[in-house]
C-alpha cells in the first residue's frame, strides 16, 4: 500500500491521488487521540501518534483541523520526524494507516506553562517503524488566547543500549495554501522560521514553522520540492539539509525543518521545540515568529541527561565552505591537550576519510579535507575526543 501511494504521489497531482487510491485496498483506519488547540486567531489539531495539524487517511480525505490562520486552513499533513541515517528514519508521511510512532500515552490536558492557557501532552516511541532506532517522544504542545502561534515541545529519548551518533530532528509540513501548487518557499534566518504562501493569492494568509530553541547553530533547514516522494531518503536529505528545490519556484511545496547533529547515550534526551505560526502577510509571520520566540522561555535543560561537547570542552565548528566542490576546511577547539580523532562519514554512516588520529594541543586546529575523489550528497564530520563526540554535515557539489 505504502509503496503504491509513494509511486502514484510522484507521478500525479494530488487530486488525482485521493481518486486513484479509491482502487487500492485500505486497511482498518486505527484508532488515535487527538486535541484542538484554539487560540481565537490559529487553530491547530495535535495527535498521539507523530502526526501534526492533519495526515492523509489513505483513502480520499484527511484527517484533523490542519493549521488554520485568517479562517482558512493552509496543512495538508505534518508529521514529527527523527533521522540517524537515509535507510533509519523514524517518522513519515502520507503512510497512515501504517505510521511508524506507536502511542504510549494518549493526548491528555496538561497544565500549561506561564503566559499559555492550555496545553497536551502524548508520549509515543517508534516501536512500529520497520527499523525502530530505539526512540521515545514525549509531544507538549501549549497554546495562549490571542496567539497566532502554537507551540510542539518535544523530548527524545534514547531507549535503546546503543550510543545514537548524529541523529536529526525536526518536522514536515506538506503546506497547501489556496491554490498548492502554486505555492512558493522561504526561510528567515532571524527567526529560524520555514514559511509557504500561495503566489496567485487564492489564500493570501502566510503559514509556516520556526525553530525555537535548541538548535543554535547546529540548525540545518532545507526545502522539499513535489519531485521529493515520501520516503526515509529524501526525508534524511532534508532533515540533514540537502534538499532546497522549490525555493523560489512555484509548486506544492513540502518542507522539511530539521536539527542536528546530535548525540544521544542509552537513557539520555534532547529537546525541540518548534512554533506552527501564520500571518497575513511576510512582514507579518516573521513579526509572529519573533513573538514566539520572545514568549517561549525555555524551561528547565534545554538537554536532558547529557552534557555537550561544548560543555566539555570540545567544539567541532561549521565547515567552510558549506555547500563545497572541491575542498573544504573543518576547524576545531580543544579546552585541554588530548587524543582526538577527526572523521569523514557519508550518509550510511561509512568512513570515507580519516584526517586527523592523534594527540592535539589545547586551543584552536584546522584541517582541510580534500573531496576530489568523493561523489556528490550529504556527509559527516565526526569529531571524536576522549568520550565526546561532536558531528557536523558536510554537503558535496558536483
Not at 499559555?116 to 516511541?125: P, T
Not at 505560526?277 to 513573538?291: H, L, P
Not at 582541510?368 to 554535515?393: E, F, I, K, Q
Amino acid at each position: 500500500m505504502e509503496e503504491n501511494a509513494m509511486l502514484l504521489h510522484a507521478m500525479y497531482p494530488r487530486r488525482l491521488l485521493a481518486a486513484l487510491l479509491l482502487a487500492l485496498p485500505v486497511p482498518a483506519l486505527a484508532q488515535w487521540t487527538s486535541g484542538l488547540h484554539d487560540t481565537g486567531v490559529v487553530r491547530f489539531e495535535v495527535f498521539d501518534n507523530g502526526k501534526l495539524g492533519a495526515f492523509f487517511d489513505g483513502d480520499s480525505s484527511t484527517i484533523g483541523e490542519g493549521f488554520v490562520f485568517g479562517g482558512e486552513n493552509g496543512l495538508f499533513e505534518g508529521a514529527f520526524v527523527v533521522g540517524l541515517s537515509s535507510e533509519l528514519v523514524s517518522g513519515d508521511f502520507y503512510d497512515f494507516p501504517d505510521v511508524e510512532w506507536a502511542t504510549v500515552s494518549p493526548v491528555s490536558s496538561v497544565v500549561p506553562p506561564d503566559d499559555f492557557d492550555e496545553a497536551y501532552e502524548a508520549v509515543y516511541d517508534d516501536s512500529a517503524a520497520p527499523d525502530p532506532i530505539g526512540l521515545r517522544v514525549t509531544q507538549t504542545t501549549y497554546a495562549g488566547d490571542g496567539h497566532p502561534y502554537v507551540i510542539a515541545d518535544f523530548t527524545v529519548e534514547n531507549t535503546s543500549d546503543y550510543y545514537l551518533e548524529g541523529i536529526y530532528i525536526g518536522v514536515v509540513a506538506d503546506w497547501n495554501v489556496g491554490n498548492y501548487e502554486q505555492n512558493l518557499w522561504d526561510f528567515d534566518d532571524s527567526t529560524n522560521l520555514s514559511y509557504v504562501w500561495d503566489v496567485t493569492g487564492m489564500n493570501e494568509n502566510y503559514y509556516g514553522v520556526a525553530s525555537i530553541r535548541p538548535y543554535g547553530d547546529t540548525f540545518t533547514i532545507s526545502g522539499v520540492s513535489p519531485c521529493a516522494a515520501p520516503g526515509d531518503a529524501a526525508l534524511f536529505e532534508g532533515l540533514s539539509g540537502g534538499l532546497t528545490y522549490c525555493n523560489g519556484v512555484p509548486g506544492d511545496v513540502r518542507a522539511i525543518l530539521g536539527g542536528g547533529p546530535f548525540d544521544l547515550a542509552p537513557g539520555a534526551s534532547r529537546r525541540a521545540v518548534f512554533a506552527f505560526v501564520g500571518g497575513a502577510s511576510e512582514v507579518e509571520i516573521i513579526d509572529n515568529a519573533k513573538q514566539a520566540h520572545e514568549w517561549f522561555d525555555c524551561p528547565g535543560p534545554c538537554v536532558a541527561n547529557e552534557p555537550s561537547a561544548e560543555d566539555l570542552g570540545v567544539a567541532l565548528h561549521v565547515a567552510s565552505p558549506n555547500p563545497a566542490r572541491d575542498t573544504t576546511t573543518l576547524s576545531f577547539t580543544l579546552a585541554h591537550p588530548q587524543p582526538v580523532r577527526l572523521t569523514i562519514l557519508d550518509a550510511l554512516g561509512r568512513e570515507v576519510v580519516v584526517l586527523v588520529d592523534e594527540t592535539r594541543a589545547a586551543g584552536d586546529h584546522r584541517v582541510r579535507w580534500n573531496a576530489d575523489d568523493s561523489p556528490a550528497g550529504v556527509y559527516l564530520a565526526r569529531l571524536t575526543a576522549g568520550a565526546t563526540a561532536a558531528s557536523r554535515p558536510i554537503t558535496l557539489l558536483r
